[in-house]
């Protein structure tokens, strides 16, 4: 079971199937419309969001909203 999905927000684990292996990320489920768009649209790069990504983990969430760490991503 993925637990880190059950926190507040519920930081859904995004990831690349292109053949790139680009490094995954989560995100607040209320924003996965919102990096779809971007990405889609070309306005933002697969890496911004992945820097974007505080130290919880996620991107575009503050640090406290799911008390992740990068290794549970």
Known sequence: MDRAALGPGFPILVVDLDE???PPFRCMASELYSIDN???IGNMDWE???EE???D???GASDSMAGLT???V
């Open 20 to 22: 790139e292996s680009r």
């Open 38 to 40: 971007n990405l889609n």
């Open 48 to 50: 911004e969001f992945a």
């Open 53 to 55: 990504a505080g130290n």
């Open 57 to 59: 983990g996620i991107s």
């Open 70 to 72: 990068p290794g549970n």
